[in-house]
Protein backbone atom coordinates (compact mmCIF):
# COMPACT_ATOMS: atom_id res chain seq x y z
CA UNK A 1 0.00 0.00 0.00
CA UNK A 2 1.22 3.19 -1.03
CA UNK A 3 0.44 6.38 1.31
CA UNK A 4 1.78 9.79 1.73
CA UNK A 5 3.12 10.54 5.09
CA UNK A 6 4.06 14.32 6.10
CA UNK A 7 4.87 14.44 1.99
CA UNK A 8 6.92 11.47 1.47
CA UNK A 9 5.35 8.43 -0.97
CA UNK A 10 6.00 5.25 1.29
CA UNK A 11 5.46 1.93 0.64
CA UNK A 12 3.66 0.37 3.75
CA UNK A 13 2.59 -3.62 4.53
CA UNK A 14 -1.18 -4.19 3.79
CA UNK A 15 -0.98 -5.39 7.15
CA UNK A 16 -1.12 -1.27 8.26
CA UNK A 17 -4.66 -0.61 7.17
CA UNK A 18 -5.85 1.53 9.79
CA UNK A 19 -4.10 4.76 11.98
CA UNK A 20 -3.81 2.61 15.10
CA UNK A 21 -1.44 -0.40 12.47
CA UNK A 22 0.27 2.58 10.86
CA UNK A 23 1.45 4.18 14.16
CA UNK A 24 2.46 0.74 15.54
CA UNK A 25 4.35 -0.16 12.23
CA UNK A 26 6.06 3.29 12.69
CA UNK A 27 6.58 3.28 16.45
CA UNK A 28 4.52 6.78 16.75
CA UNK A 29 3.19 6.69 20.77
CA UNK A 30 -0.34 7.88 19.93
CA UNK A 31 -0.36 10.11 23.13
CA UNK A 32 2.01 12.27 21.53
CA UNK A 33 0.97 13.44 18.25
CA UNK A 34 -2.33 14.37 16.13
CA UNK A 35 -3.24 13.04 12.78
CA UNK A 36 -5.03 13.96 9.62
CA UNK A 37 -6.32 12.19 7.04
CA UNK A 38 -6.92 13.19 3.77
CA UNK A 39 -6.78 16.86 5.18
CA UNK A 40 -9.80 15.71 7.79
CA UNK A 41 -8.33 15.01 11.67
CA UNK A 42 -8.56 12.13 12.80
CA UNK A 43 -10.28 11.80 16.63
CA UNK A 44 -7.52 9.76 18.89
CA UNK A 45 -10.46 7.47 19.73
CA UNK A 46 -11.20 6.61 16.17
CA UNK A 47 -7.77 5.71 15.33
CA UNK A 48 -8.66 1.62 15.53
CA UNK A 49 -11.22 1.80 13.20
CA UNK A 50 -10.38 4.21 10.56
CA UNK A 51 -8.84 2.69 7.28
CA UNK A 52 -6.31 3.85 5.03
CA UNK A 53 -5.99 2.81 1.71
CA UNK A 54 -3.70 3.15 -1.17
CA UNK A 55 -2.93 6.85 -1.88
CA UNK A 56 -4.39 8.54 1.40
CA UNK A 57 -2.27 11.66 2.53
CA UNK A 58 -1.36 11.77 6.22
CA UNK A 59 -0.04 13.95 8.54
CA UNK A 60 1.05 13.43 11.69
CA UNK A 61 2.68 16.26 14.05
CA UNK A 62 3.75 17.16 17.55
CA UNK A 63 5.12 20.08 19.52
CA UNK A 64 8.29 21.23 19.28
CA UNK A 65 10.44 24.17 20.26
CA UNK A 66 10.22 26.61 17.59
CA UNK A 67 11.46 22.58 36.45
CA UNK A 68 10.99 24.97 39.55
CA UNK A 69 7.81 26.52 40.64
CA UNK A 70 7.50 30.39 39.35
CA UNK A 71 8.57 32.95 42.10
CA UNK A 72 5.81 33.83 43.73
CA UNK A 73 4.91 37.19 43.46
CA UNK A 74 5.12 39.61 46.46
CA UNK A 75 1.51 39.34 46.56
CA UNK A 76 -1.33 38.30 45.11
CA UNK A 77 -0.51 40.10 41.63
CA UNK A 78 -2.23 37.61 38.52
CA UNK A 79 -3.52 37.92 35.44
CA UNK A 80 -6.07 36.13 34.17
CA UNK A 81 -7.05 34.87 30.37
CA UNK A 82 -9.62 32.74 29.32
CA UNK A 83 -10.24 32.44 32.68
CA UNK A 84 -7.39 31.04 33.61
CA UNK A 85 -5.24 32.74 36.62
CA UNK A 86 -1.30 32.66 36.05
CA UNK A 87 0.96 34.29 38.59
CA UNK A 88 3.99 34.81 35.89
CA UNK A 89 3.89 37.53 33.56
CA UNK A 90 6.72 36.41 31.13
CA UNK A 91 5.69 33.99 28.75
CA UNK A 92 8.39 32.32 26.99
CA UNK A 93 8.80 30.30 23.05
CA UNK A 94 10.38 27.16 22.82
CA UNK A 95 12.18 27.47 19.61
CA UNK A 96 16.25 28.18 18.59
CA UNK A 97 18.08 26.75 21.71
CA UNK A 98 20.54 24.58 20.84
CA UNK A 99 18.94 21.73 22.56
CA UNK A 100 15.84 20.91 24.23
CA UNK A 101 17.78 20.44 28.05
CA UNK A 102 19.01 24.03 27.31
CA UNK A 103 15.19 25.06 26.92
CA UNK A 104 14.52 23.31 29.91
CA UNK A 105 16.57 25.38 32.04
CA UNK A 106 15.98 28.32 30.38
CA UNK A 107 12.37 27.96 31.16
CA UNK A 108 13.14 27.09 34.69
CA UNK A 109 14.94 29.83 35.01
CA UNK A 110 11.89 32.32 33.53
CA UNK A 111 9.53 31.22 35.74
CA UNK A 112 6.87 30.82 32.98
CA UNK A 113 4.00 29.44 33.11
CA UNK A 114 2.43 29.73 29.73
CA UNK A 115 4.93 28.75 26.80
CA UNK A 116 4.35 29.23 23.15
CA UNK A 117 5.06 25.31 20.72
CA UNK A 118 5.19 25.10 17.35
CA UNK A 119 2.97 22.31 15.82
CA UNK A 120 5.48 20.87 13.09
CA UNK A 121 5.78 17.33 11.26
CA UNK A 122 6.90 14.09 13.35
CA UNK A 123 9.40 12.41 12.02
CA UNK A 124 8.20 9.33 11.01
CA UNK A 125 11.90 7.83 9.12
CA UNK A 126 14.46 8.69 12.35
CA UNK A 127 12.08 7.44 15.72
CA UNK A 128 15.33 8.45 18.09
CA UNK A 129 14.88 12.27 17.76
CA UNK A 130 13.67 13.85 20.95
CA UNK A 131 10.40 15.37 21.57
CA UNK A 132 9.92 18.48 23.40
CA UNK A 133 7.12 16.78 25.81
CA UNK A 134 9.80 14.50 26.84
CA UNK A 135 11.89 17.45 28.41
CA UNK A 136 9.05 19.96 28.74
CA UNK A 137 6.02 18.24 30.89
CA UNK A 138 2.59 19.88 29.63
CA UNK A 139 1.26 18.77 33.05
CA UNK A 140 3.35 21.71 34.46
CA UNK A 141 3.09 24.11 32.00
CA UNK A 142 0.57 25.79 30.14
CA UNK A 143 1.20 25.17 26.05
CA UNK A 144 0.17 27.87 23.73
CA UNK A 145 0.61 26.54 20.11
CA UNK A 146 0.48 29.26 17.64
CA UNK A 147 0.49 29.34 14.49
CA UNK A 148 4.29 30.00 13.29
CA UNK A 149 5.15 30.30 9.68
CA UNK A 150 1.50 30.73 8.78
CA UNK A 151 0.82 33.52 5.78
CA UNK A 152 -2.66 32.72 5.08
CA UNK A 153 -5.72 32.46 7.14
CA UNK A 154 -6.55 28.53 6.21
CA UNK A 155 -3.24 27.36 6.93
CA UNK A 156 -3.29 28.89 10.24
CA UNK A 157 -6.76 27.03 11.15
CA UNK A 158 -5.73 24.13 9.97
CA UNK A 159 -2.62 24.11 12.36
CA UNK A 160 -4.47 24.69 15.57
CA UNK A 161 -7.28 22.00 14.52
CA UNK A 162 -4.44 19.95 14.91
CA UNK A 163 -2.73 21.49 17.76
CA UNK A 164 -6.46 21.37 19.39
CA UNK A 165 -6.40 17.15 18.29
CA UNK A 166 -2.79 16.93 19.50
CA UNK A 167 -2.70 18.37 22.84
CA UNK A 168 -6.73 18.90 23.56
CA UNK A 169 -5.64 22.38 24.28
CA UNK A 170 -8.09 25.28 23.02
CA UNK A 171 -6.04 28.05 24.27
CA UNK A 172 -3.61 29.53 21.17
CA UNK A 173 -1.68 31.90 19.91
CA UNK A 174 -2.81 32.95 16.03
CA UNK A 175 -0.40 34.82 14.37
CA UNK A 176 -0.57 34.96 10.51
CA UNK A 177 2.18 36.88 8.71
CA UNK A 178 2.28 39.26 6.17
CA UNK A 179 5.68 38.74 4.52
CA UNK A 180 9.16 36.84 4.66
CA UNK A 181 10.69 39.87 5.02
CA UNK A 182 9.27 41.64 7.90
CA UNK A 183 6.97 38.96 9.40
CA UNK A 184 4.32 42.02 10.01
CA UNK A 185 0.89 40.28 10.54
CA UNK A 186 -1.87 40.53 7.83
CA UNK A 187 -4.72 42.05 9.80
CA UNK A 188 -7.29 41.35 7.49
CA UNK A 189 -6.20 37.77 7.19
CA UNK A 190 -5.79 37.57 11.32
CA UNK A 191 -9.41 38.94 11.96
CA UNK A 192 -10.96 36.40 9.20
CA UNK A 193 -8.96 33.56 11.09
CA UNK A 194 -9.70 34.84 14.65
CA UNK A 195 -13.58 34.96 14.04
CA UNK A 196 -13.44 31.47 12.75
CA UNK A 197 -11.59 30.32 15.71
CA UNK A 198 -14.07 32.03 18.21
CA UNK A 199 -16.72 30.74 16.81
CA UNK A 200 -15.02 27.16 16.75
CA UNK A 201 -14.83 27.52 20.86
CA UNK A 202 -11.06 28.48 20.91
CA UNK A 203 -9.85 30.98 23.15
CA UNK A 204 -7.48 33.06 21.04
CA UNK A 205 -4.41 34.96 21.87
CA UNK A 206 -3.31 37.16 18.93
CA UNK A 207 -0.59 38.53 17.86
CA UNK A 208 -1.12 42.15 15.86
CA UNK A 209 -0.03 45.53 14.75
CA UNK A 210 0.76 48.08 17.40
CA UNK A 211 -3.01 49.69 15.63
CA UNK A 212 -5.39 50.23 18.35
CA UNK A 213 -7.98 49.86 16.15
CA UNK A 214 -7.27 47.02 15.02
CA UNK A 215 -6.88 45.92 18.58
CA UNK A 216 -10.38 46.67 19.14
CA UNK A 217 -11.58 44.93 16.58
CA UNK A 218 -9.99 41.86 17.35
CA UNK A 219 -11.15 42.67 20.82
CA UNK A 220 -14.95 42.73 19.28
CA UNK A 221 -14.41 39.48 17.34
CA UNK A 222 -13.82 38.02 20.60
CA UNK A 223 -9.76 37.59 21.02
CA UNK A 224 -9.02 36.77 24.88
CA UNK A 225 -6.12 38.53 24.56
CA UNK A 226 -4.22 41.35 22.50
CA UNK A 227 -0.83 41.05 21.53
CA UNK A 228 0.99 43.80 19.52
CA UNK A 229 4.40 43.76 18.57
CA UNK A 230 7.51 45.90 20.06
CA UNK A 231 9.44 45.72 17.03
CA UNK A 232 9.70 42.98 14.21
CA UNK A 233 9.97 39.27 15.45
CA UNK A 234 13.41 38.20 16.64
CA UNK A 235 14.51 41.91 15.81
CA UNK A 236 15.45 42.85 19.31
CA UNK A 237 15.23 46.47 18.70
CA UNK A 238 13.08 47.24 21.74
CA UNK A 239 10.13 48.89 22.08
CA UNK A 240 9.31 51.43 18.86
CA UNK A 241 5.98 52.39 19.38
CA UNK A 242 5.58 52.94 23.15
CA UNK A 243 2.36 55.59 22.57
CA UNK A 244 0.27 52.93 20.51
CA UNK A 245 1.19 50.04 22.79
CA UNK A 246 0.11 52.86 25.71
CA UNK A 247 -3.13 53.65 24.14
CA UNK A 248 -4.06 50.15 22.98
CA UNK A 249 -3.61 48.90 26.92
CA UNK A 250 -6.48 51.80 28.12
CA UNK A 251 -8.95 50.95 25.82
CA UNK A 252 -8.71 47.23 26.34
CA UNK A 253 -10.93 45.12 28.21
CA UNK A 254 -8.63 42.04 27.83
CA UNK A 255 -5.26 41.20 28.93
CA UNK A 256 -2.88 43.10 26.01
CA UNK A 257 0.85 41.26 25.92
CA UNK A 258 4.03 42.75 24.39
CA UNK A 259 4.80 40.29 21.68
CA UNK A 260 8.15 39.94 19.15
CA UNK A 261 11.08 42.58 19.34
CA UNK A 262 12.58 42.49 22.90
CA UNK A 263 16.24 42.37 23.01
CA UNK A 264 17.24 42.35 26.68
CA UNK A 265 15.87 42.97 30.18
CA UNK A 266 15.04 46.86 29.87
CA UNK A 267 13.01 46.01 27.25
CA UNK A 268 10.82 43.84 28.96
CA UNK A 269 10.69 46.11 32.13
CA UNK A 270 9.38 49.27 29.18
CA UNK A 271 6.94 47.15 28.88
CA UNK A 272 5.15 46.70 32.10
CA UNK A 273 5.86 49.89 33.11
CA UNK A 274 3.42 50.84 30.26
CA UNK A 275 0.84 49.05 32.16
CA UNK A 276 1.27 45.87 29.73
CA UNK A 277 -0.18 42.35 31.38
CA UNK A 278 2.70 40.25 29.99
CA UNK A 279 5.50 39.90 27.61
CA UNK A 280 6.02 36.89 25.22
CA UNK A 281 9.60 36.37 24.14
CA UNK A 282 12.04 33.89 22.18
CA UNK A 283 14.96 35.03 20.35
CA UNK A 284 16.29 37.44 23.18
CA UNK A 285 16.42 34.28 25.27
CA UNK A 286 17.38 31.76 23.07
CA UNK A 287 20.24 33.61 20.95
CA UNK A 288 21.90 35.09 24.58
CA UNK A 289 25.30 34.35 25.21
CA UNK A 290 23.43 32.62 27.98
CA UNK A 291 19.98 32.08 28.08
CA UNK A 292 19.92 30.55 31.41
CA UNK A 293 21.15 34.17 33.01
CA UNK A 294 18.93 35.96 30.31
CA UNK A 295 15.79 33.95 31.19
CA UNK A 296 16.65 34.95 34.98
CA UNK A 297 17.54 38.99 34.22
CA UNK A 298 13.88 38.57 31.95
CA UNK A 299 12.10 37.36 35.47
CA UNK A 300 13.22 40.11 37.15
CA UNK A 301 12.90 42.75 34.71
CA UNK A 302 9.18 41.60 34.25
CA UNK A 303 8.69 41.71 38.05
CA UNK A 304 10.73 44.72 38.52
CA UNK A 305 8.78 47.12 35.57
CA UNK A 306 5.17 45.83 36.74
CA UNK A 307 6.26 46.87 40.27
CA UNK A 308 7.41 50.15 39.63
CA UNK A 309 3.91 50.02 37.24
CA UNK A 310 1.70 49.64 40.39
CA UNK A 311 3.99 51.88 42.59
CA UNK A 312 3.08 54.65 39.94
CA UNK A 313 6.16 56.82 38.65
CA UNK A 314 6.89 60.39 40.00
CA UNK A 315 6.08 62.93 37.31
CA UNK A 316 8.38 64.40 35.02
CA UNK A 317 9.55 68.14 35.25
CA UNK A 318 11.62 70.16 32.96
CA UNK A 319 13.30 71.69 35.42
CA UNK A 320 14.97 70.67 39.25
CA UNK A 321 13.44 70.00 41.89
CA UNK A 322 15.61 69.85 45.11
CA UNK A 323 15.44 66.77 47.44
CA UNK A 324 16.68 68.35 50.28
CA UNK A 325 14.33 71.51 52.21
CA UNK A 326 16.60 74.94 51.14
CA UNK A 327 15.31 76.16 54.68
CA UNK A 328 17.87 76.29 57.20
CA UNK A 329 20.36 76.11 55.31
CA UNK A 330 23.90 77.49 57.00
Known sequence: MRLSINGETRELDAAANTVSALLSTLDLDARKIAIELNRE?????????????????????????????????????????????????????????????????????????????AVRRVNVTDRNQPMLVDYVDPKKYTYLP??????????????LRLAREAGGWKLVKLEVLGDQKTLYPDMEQTLAATKILVKEGFDVMVYCADDPIAARKLEDLGACAIMPLAAPIGSGLGIQNPVNIRIIKENAKVPVLVDAGVGTASDAAIAMELGCDGVLMNTAIAEAKD????????????????????????????????????AGLI
Not at 295 to 321: C, H, N, T, V
Open 146 to 159: NTAGCFTAEDALRT
Open 41 to 117: IVPRSAYPQTALKDGDAIEIVHFIGGGNAPMAPLDDDTFEVAGQRFRSRLLVGTGKYKDFEQTRLALEASGAEIITV
Open 291 to 326: PVRMARAMRLAIEAGRLAYRAGRMPKRRYADPSSPL
